[in-house]
Protein backbone atom coordinates (compact mmCIF):
# COMPACT_ATOMS: atom_id res chain seq x y z
CA UNK A 1 0.00 0.00 0.00
CA UNK A 2 3.13 2.21 1.23
CA UNK A 3 4.49 1.44 -2.22
CA UNK A 4 1.51 2.78 -4.14
CA UNK A 5 0.96 6.08 -2.55
CA UNK A 6 4.45 6.65 -2.71
CA UNK A 7 4.84 6.14 -6.51
CA UNK A 8 1.61 7.96 -7.37
CA UNK A 9 2.89 10.76 -5.77
CA UNK A 10 6.02 10.90 -7.46
CA UNK A 11 3.46 10.80 -10.52
CA UNK A 12 1.76 13.24 -9.56
CA UNK A 13 4.51 15.51 -8.25
CA UNK A 14 6.63 14.83 -11.39
CA UNK A 15 3.57 15.81 -13.99
CA UNK A 16 4.50 18.31 -16.18
CA UNK A 17 3.09 21.79 -14.57
CA UNK A 18 -0.39 23.00 -16.30
CA UNK A 19 0.60 25.65 -18.88
CA UNK A 20 -2.37 28.77 -18.34
CA UNK A 21 -4.38 29.59 -21.02
CA UNK A 22 -3.69 32.61 -22.97
CA UNK A 23 -7.08 33.21 -24.09
CA UNK A 24 -8.67 35.06 -20.89
CA UNK A 25 -11.86 32.83 -21.67
CA UNK A 26 -13.31 30.91 -18.65
CA UNK A 27 -11.84 27.80 -18.39
CA UNK A 28 -14.72 24.48 -18.16
CA UNK A 29 -15.54 23.45 -14.47
CA UNK A 30 -13.12 20.88 -14.76
CA UNK A 31 -10.14 23.03 -14.79
CA UNK A 32 -11.84 25.65 -11.47
CA UNK A 33 -11.34 25.30 -8.42
CA UNK A 34 -13.16 26.79 -5.82
CA UNK A 35 -11.05 27.99 -2.46
CA UNK A 36 -12.10 29.70 0.81
CA UNK A 37 -10.99 29.82 4.05
CA UNK A 38 -11.59 31.37 7.42
CA UNK A 39 -10.01 34.38 9.07
CA UNK A 40 -7.06 31.66 10.27
CA UNK A 41 -6.74 30.22 6.94
CA UNK A 42 -6.96 34.07 4.91
CA UNK A 43 -2.95 34.20 4.98
CA UNK A 44 -2.13 30.56 3.51
CA UNK A 45 -5.70 30.84 0.88
CA UNK A 46 -4.41 33.82 -0.46
CA UNK A 47 -1.17 31.92 -0.78
CA UNK A 48 -2.73 28.85 -2.46
CA UNK A 49 -5.21 31.25 -4.76
CA UNK A 50 -1.59 32.53 -6.43
CA UNK A 51 -0.01 28.63 -6.76
CA UNK A 52 -3.08 26.92 -8.03
CA UNK A 53 -3.70 29.71 -10.55
CA UNK A 54 0.05 30.39 -11.44
CA UNK A 55 1.47 27.11 -10.78
CA UNK A 56 -0.91 24.61 -12.06
CA UNK A 57 -3.18 26.43 -14.54
CA UNK A 58 -6.50 26.34 -12.75
CA UNK A 59 -8.90 29.33 -12.45
CA UNK A 60 -9.84 29.89 -8.95
CA UNK A 61 -13.01 31.02 -7.31
CA UNK A 62 -12.15 32.70 -4.09
CA UNK A 63 -15.14 31.95 -2.15
CA UNK A 64 -13.91 34.46 1.00
CA UNK A 65 -13.22 35.40 3.46
CA UNK A 66 -11.24 38.99 2.40
CA UNK A 67 -8.87 39.63 5.51
CA UNK A 68 -8.41 38.64 9.08
CA UNK A 69 -10.84 40.08 10.36
CA UNK A 70 -12.83 37.84 12.72
CA UNK A 71 -15.51 35.07 10.92
CA UNK A 72 -17.44 31.92 11.08
CA UNK A 73 -15.58 29.08 9.63
CA UNK A 74 -18.87 27.07 8.38
CA UNK A 75 -20.21 30.17 6.17
CA UNK A 76 -16.98 29.64 3.80
CA UNK A 77 -16.19 25.82 4.09
CA UNK A 78 -20.29 25.96 2.54
CA UNK A 79 -19.39 28.32 -0.29
CA UNK A 80 -16.92 25.93 -1.22
CA UNK A 81 -18.67 22.86 -1.13
CA UNK A 82 -21.51 24.42 -3.02
CA UNK A 83 -19.71 25.22 -5.80
CA UNK A 84 -18.35 21.95 -6.34
CA UNK A 85 -21.64 20.30 -5.42
CA UNK A 86 -23.43 22.45 -8.20
CA UNK A 87 -21.10 21.62 -10.90
CA UNK A 88 -19.32 24.76 -11.19
CA UNK A 89 -16.39 24.05 -9.37
CA UNK A 90 -14.70 20.57 -9.96
CA UNK A 91 -12.87 20.63 -6.72
CA UNK A 92 -11.97 22.79 -3.64
CA UNK A 93 -9.83 23.72 -1.02
CA UNK A 94 -10.75 25.02 2.03
CA UNK A 95 -8.22 26.31 4.85
CA UNK A 96 -8.76 27.46 8.65
CA UNK A 97 -7.36 26.91 11.61
CA UNK A 98 -7.02 23.16 12.00
CA UNK A 99 -8.94 21.99 9.44
CA UNK A 100 -11.56 20.36 11.36
CA UNK A 101 -14.22 22.02 11.62
CA UNK A 102 -14.17 23.21 8.10
CA UNK A 103 -14.09 19.84 6.96
CA UNK A 104 -17.39 18.55 8.83
CA UNK A 105 -19.23 21.39 8.16
CA UNK A 106 -18.05 21.16 4.44
CA UNK A 107 -19.34 17.47 4.57
CA UNK A 108 -22.98 18.39 5.04
CA UNK A 109 -23.74 19.74 1.82
CA UNK A 110 -24.82 16.26 -0.24
CA UNK A 111 -22.04 15.70 -3.08
CA UNK A 112 -19.18 16.65 -0.96
CA UNK A 113 -16.85 14.56 0.11
CA UNK A 114 -13.87 16.90 2.07
CA UNK A 115 -11.01 15.08 3.38
CA UNK A 116 -8.97 16.41 5.91
CA UNK A 117 -5.47 15.91 4.74
CA UNK A 118 -2.05 16.88 6.70
CA UNK A 119 0.63 14.78 4.57
CA UNK A 120 1.05 13.02 0.94
CA UNK A 121 -0.49 10.27 2.07
CA UNK A 122 -4.04 11.31 3.08
CA UNK A 123 -3.89 13.55 0.14
CA UNK A 124 -3.15 10.81 -2.27
CA UNK A 125 -5.49 8.47 -0.96
CA UNK A 126 -8.44 11.02 -0.46
CA UNK A 127 -8.64 11.54 -4.20
CA UNK A 128 -7.34 7.39 -4.95
CA UNK A 129 -9.65 5.83 -2.84
CA UNK A 130 -12.02 8.37 -1.51
CA UNK A 131 -13.01 10.82 -5.05
CA UNK A 132 -12.85 13.57 -2.48
CA UNK A 133 -13.68 16.60 -4.13
CA UNK A 134 -12.76 19.05 -1.45
CA UNK A 135 -9.76 19.30 1.10
CA UNK A 136 -9.65 20.80 3.81
CA UNK A 137 -5.93 21.85 5.57
CA UNK A 138 -4.93 23.59 8.72
CA UNK A 139 -3.03 26.80 8.64
CA UNK A 140 -1.62 25.90 12.19
CA UNK A 141 -0.96 22.41 10.51
CA UNK A 142 0.66 22.77 7.31
CA UNK A 143 2.98 24.95 6.44
CA UNK A 144 3.06 27.23 2.65
CA UNK A 145 5.70 24.70 1.14
CA UNK A 146 3.46 21.21 2.56
CA UNK A 147 0.33 22.88 1.41
CA UNK A 148 1.36 23.80 -1.92
CA UNK A 149 2.50 20.22 -2.17
CA UNK A 150 -0.49 19.15 -0.72
CA UNK A 151 -2.79 21.32 -3.39
CA UNK A 152 -0.50 19.53 -6.17
CA UNK A 153 -1.55 15.81 -5.01
CA UNK A 154 -4.76 16.75 -4.53
CA UNK A 155 -5.70 18.42 -7.85
CA UNK A 156 -3.13 16.27 -9.75
CA UNK A 157 -4.53 12.38 -8.61
CA UNK A 158 -7.16 10.90 -10.52
CA UNK A 159 -9.57 8.49 -8.67
CA UNK A 160 -8.46 4.50 -8.88
CA UNK A 161 -12.01 3.52 -9.48
CA UNK A 162 -12.27 0.09 -9.25
CA UNK A 163 -12.90 -1.42 -5.91
CA UNK A 164 -13.25 1.89 -4.48
CA UNK A 165 -16.06 2.89 -6.25
CA UNK A 166 -18.19 0.51 -4.59
CA UNK A 167 -16.55 2.18 -1.46
CA UNK A 168 -17.15 5.46 -2.52
CA UNK A 169 -21.29 4.49 -3.62
CA UNK A 170 -21.45 3.04 -0.12
CA UNK A 171 -20.52 6.79 1.40
CA UNK A 172 -23.02 8.49 -1.07
CA UNK A 173 -26.15 6.16 0.19
CA UNK A 174 -25.50 7.44 3.56
CA UNK A 175 -25.64 10.63 2.35
CA UNK A 176 -28.86 9.94 0.75
CA UNK A 177 -30.14 8.12 4.08
CA UNK A 178 -30.07 4.54 2.68
CA UNK A 179 -27.91 1.65 3.83
CA UNK A 180 -24.40 1.61 3.09
CA UNK A 181 -24.82 -2.20 1.71
CA UNK A 182 -22.67 -3.64 4.52
Known sequence: MRQLVREAVERALDAPEAAAAPA???L??????????DHG????KEALKRFVTEELGFEV???????TVAVDYPDF???VAREVANGRC??????DAAGIGSAMAANKVPGVRCAL???DVTA????????ANVMALGARIVNRGLAQRLARLFLQTPFAGGRHERRVQKIMALERGGPSGG
Open 77 to 79: AAA
Open 24 to 26: PAP
Open 28 to 37: EAARRVAIGS
Open 124 to 131: TNSREHND
Open 117 to 119: CHD
Open 90 to 95: ARGIIV
Open 41 to 44: GFEL
Open 61 to 67: RDCGTHS
